[in-house]
């Protein structure tokens, strides 16, 4: 493994397990899923290092009825000490071609754990001298002003922590898209139409904050000169050789997507996303892919 891997690995030694899903049925299944997970990430510090024991635990709890019925595809992969341990798939990617999935090219939508990547390409900026953990983020907003009464601003480390104070900001239902000729906005564009206020002191309370890490994503462009996806896709995924990840659901990987399926059974529409890539959530992965191997 060359240094920059390594390097890169350190920065985020992420996952002891990943279970990536789609569901056909209520919350019920995903709390079960949740279970296995937690599992999993028992084995890393005190489970079996025999690769053929966890995958009969792997094997044994996805042929239980009541998970099949609730889980329509499942990829896991769970590493110990940087050895992947077991990447296998369960179930199908979608009920017309019944194709298994393959935790190799089946593709899922990894949601908020796009976070993750987000946060190592700040800090890979931050370890290049571009940019300051303490830095005012208004530093990067091209003379933008905050509303904030308070006289702490807001620094890159709050957006990292979710401490920045900002009142709450959430995507809208126009921010999904199913027509392909929408033309997406642009990051730049759904970040500066809803700035919010600060309306608690900054450093001083934690809260979940999607626009904070879209902000992040920005401001990541703004201190490397590079547009955001293209700055992940150089510096971390092909690094890694994560070639089945990215922020944008390109043709080629929607066509490896799982299915995901509402309550009904119904199959849910193909979706795009406006902006296309949301540094807080956009990115699509396979459990190979997130094994970091």
Known sequence: MNDNKKRTRRTYGILAALLALSLTGEAGAYAQLQSAALVGADAYTSGSRDTKE????????????????????VAVSIVRDGKTLVSKGYGIIDQTSKSPVDANRTVFRIASVSKVFTAVAAMQLVEQGKMSLQDNIEKYLDGYEIVNPFDTPVTIEHLLTHTTGFEAREPSDAS?????????????KSIFDVFPPVVREPGTSYMYDNFATRLLGYIVQQASGESFGSYVQQHIFDPLGMNSSSYTLTEELANRLATSYDPANEALPLYDLSPREWP???????ASDMDLK
Do not use: I, R
């Not at 995958?55 to 609730?70: C, I, P, R, S, T």
């Not at 999904?176 to 642009?186: K, L, M």
């Open 54 to 73: 966890v995958e009969a635990f792997l094997d044994g709890f996805f042929a239980q009825d009541a998970v099949q019925q609730k889980a329509g595809a």
């Open 176 to 188: 999904y898209v199913t027509d392909p000729s929408f033309e997406p906005v642009s990051l730049n």
């Open 280 to 286: 807080e959530g956009s990115m699509v992965s396979t």
